[in-house]
C-alpha cells in the first residue's frame, strides 16, 4: 500500500565556504525596514583573476542570449565603471571582443561573431546541452 502525502517541502543550506563569494560579489548598502542587511551585487576589482571558462559558460547560461551572430551579457545591475572592468577583463583573459550596449533596461556586454566563435570553444565543455541554443549550437 502507498502512502500518499499532500504537501512538498525543500530546504536550502548555507554553507560557510561560500561567505567568500558573497563578500566579494555583495557589499551592505544600508538596512531594509525590518532592519536587516540590504545588499547590492558588485563587481569585484579583481574579476580578472576569478574569471574562468566555467564561470564564463555558467554566466552565459544564466544571463546570456544569442543576438543575431553574437552573444549579449545581461548586466543591468551594475554601474557602468563596473561593467567596463567586466568588458576589459573579457578582452585581456580570454581575448574577446566585446563592446558595451545600451538597453532600456540597463547595459549589456555584446560578444561579436568572431568572438562568439572563440567562446564556443571555451565554454561548451561545461555547458548544459539543452543552453546549447545560446551558443548558436
Same mark, same amino acid.
Given at each position: 500500500m502507498c502512502k500518499v502525502y499532500s504537501s512538498i517541502s525543500f530546504a536550502t543550506l548555507q554553507l560557510p565556504c561560500f561567505k567568500?563569494?558573497? +563578500? #566579494? !560579489?555583495?557589499? +551592505?548598502? =544600508?538596512?531594509? %525596514? $525590518? =532592519?536587516l542587511p540590504? !545588499?547590492?551585487k558588485v563587481i569585484p576589482l579583481n574579476i580578472y583573476e576569478l574569471l574562468t571558462p566555467s564561470s564564463l559558460a555558467y554566466w552565459?547560461? =544564466?544571463? &546570456?542570449?544569442? +543576438?543575431?551572430?553574437g552573444i549579449h551579457l545581461?548586466?543591468? $545591475?551594475?554601474? #557602468?565603471?563596473? @561593467?567596463? #572592468?567586466?568588458?576589459? $577583463?573579457l578582452n585581456r583573459k580570454f581575448n574577446i571582443? @566585446?563592446?558595451l550596449h545600451k538597453h532600456?533596461? =540597463?547595459?549589456?556586454?555584446?560578444?561579436?561573431? $568572431?568572438?562568439? *566563435?572563440?567562446?564556443?570553444? #571555451?565554454?561548451? %565543455?561545461? !555547458?548544459v546541452p539543452s543552453m546549447y541554443y545560446? *551558443? &548558436?549550437?
Open positions: 567568500v563569494l558573497h +563578500q #566579494l !560579489f555583495y557589499k +551592505q548598502n =544600508g538596512l531594509t %525596514p $525590518a =532592519g540590504r !545588499f547590492v552565459i547560461m =544564466g544571463d &546570456g542570449s544569442k +543576438q543575431n551572430n545581461s548586466v543591468y $545591475a551594475y554601474t #557602468l565603471a563596473e @561593467c567596463d #572592468l567586466l568588458v576589459e $577583463a571582443n @566585446c563592446t532600456n533596461k =540597463g547595459p549589456r556586454i555584446y560578444l561579436d561573431k $568572431a568572438s562568439t *566563435l572563440l567562446v564556443r570553444d #571555451l565554454v561548451k %565543455p561545461y !555547458f545560446k *551558443l &548558436g549550437l
